[in-house]
Nanobody, 119 residues
Framework: QVQLVESGGGLVQSGGSLRLSCEGS?????????VAWYRQAPGKTRELVAG???????NYADSVKGRFTISRDNAKKMVYLQMNSLKAEDPAVYYC????????????WGQGPQVTVSS
């Protein structure tokens, strides 16, 4: 069982920056989990924003490439999402997801901080 606690959401002006943090706790080696950030805007389906594998490789949605950076600090059991040049299309609830696959896949979710961008 893994618990995820996110922080760092809030209101920012268009073009500004925010950093989201996701702290893992509980059983299991956090370093073994792939961690990703998803977001869901009102009326839209949840979408993958960025992911980081246990080995450190990363992937991004095309819409955030060059603006967002995902990173992890396994010693602190933390994953970060640095969001720069925020745009009008970025507001959403952002969820941290930790996943590990063995015989089956196990997914854990955080509570989802709100990110709001003002023009």
């Amino acid at each position: 069982q893994v618990q995820l606690v996110e922080s760092g959401g809030g209101l920012v002006q268009s073009g500004g920056s925010l950093r989201l943090s996701c702290e893992g706790s509980g059983r299991g080696a956090f370093s073994s989990f792939a961690v990703a950030w998803y977001r869901q805007a009102p009326g839209k389906t949840r979408e993958l924003v960025a992911g980081i594998a246990s080995g450190g490789s990363t992937n991004y949605a095309d819409s955030v490439k060059g603006r967002f950076t995902i990173s992890r600090d396994n010693a602190k059991k933390m994953v970060y999402l640095q969001m720069n040049s925020l745009k009008a299309e970025d507001p959403a609830v952002y969820y941290c997801n930790a996943a590990i696959t063995g015989i089956r896949r196990y997914d854990y979710w955080g509570q989802g901080p709100q990110v709001t961008v003002s023009s």
